[in-house]
T-cell receptor, first 111, second 115 residues
Framework: RKEVEQDPGPFNVPEGATVAFNCTYSNSASQSFFWYRQDCRKEPKLLMSVYSSGNEDGRFTAQLNRASQYISLLIRDSKLSDSATYLCVVKSWNRDDKIIFGKGTRLHILP | EPEVTQTPSHQVTQMGQEVILRCVPISNHLYFYWYRQILGQKVEFLVSFYNNEISEKSEIFDDQFSVERPDGSNFTLKIRSTKLEDSAMYFC?????????????FGPGTRLTVL
């Protein structure tokens, strides 16, 4: 099983719709979780951290399910500017402490 | 707004040559990172650096790679003898008082092309 796995997409979604995608991780010792967005040929930028209790930031909601080892991102009322690749990032605070990026899910918001 | 800067934006080199990629992290940040992203692939962690030493590194970061913070502002990645497979985008990142769990601010990247 890959360490961090995401559906590569693309998700083609009409403007204003709600879209959700998941990310699964294999290391049960993983401690910190993040969603980044990356525009084409640009650097990743932090979208939000993911907390155990779930968290919301405007139109974006992130959830963590430790039992099933996945995190999710929900985008409501999607806008054209949401078109990007969304990267799941997992950090493990153990002896082999490391930071692992998923390959990303491509999202296209259609006018 | 403070930002991470990287130079050059694009570096072309011959296989076997040494390259140094430069980064200027945000000035009050304490943790520094290098990542690479081969075209069309995922971002891969290379190394983290804190308190003037490497705090962790990945399997990719072998003896061909080294990092340095020579003057308190620059953070460099050196590749001693480049290989074709080193061609990638290299991103530098830094975090501040939030520590390793804080928001990582990425630079715009250096595109390395090895011929």
């Amino acid at each position: 099983r890959k360490e961090v796995e995401q559906d590569p997409g693309p998700f083609n979604v009409p403007e204003g719709a709600t879209v959700a995608f998941n990310c699964t991780y294999s290391n049960s010792a993983s401690q910190s979780f993040f969603w980044y967005r990356q525009d084409c040929r640009k650097e990743p930028k932090l979208l939000m951290s993911v907390y155990s209790s779930g968290n919301e930031d405007g139109r974006f909601t992130a959830q963590l399910n430790r039992a099933s080892q996945y995190i999710s991102l929900l985008i409501r009322d999607s806008k054209l500017s949401d078109s990007a690749t969304y990267l799941c990032v997992v950090k493990s605070w153990n002896r082999d402490d490391k930071i692992i990026f998923g390959k990303g899910t491509r999202l296209h918001i259609l006018p | 707004e403070p930002e991470v800067t990287q130079t050059p934006s694009h570096q072309v080199t011959q296989m076997g040559q040494e390259v140094i990629l430069r980064c200027v992290p945000i000035s009050n940040h304490l943790y520094f990172y290098w990542y690479r992203q081969i075209l069309g692939q995922k971002v891969e962690f290379l190394v983290s650096f804190y308190n003037n030493e490497i705090s962790e590194k990945s399997e990719i970061f072998d003896d061909q790679f080294s990092v340095e913070r020579p003057d308190g502002s620059n953070f460099t990645l050196k590749i001693r003898s480049t290989k074709l497979e080193d061609s990638a985008m290299y991103f530098c990142a830094s975090t501040g008082t939030g520590g390793p769990d804080g928001e990582q601010f990425f630079g715009p990247g250096t595109r390395l092309t090895v011929l």
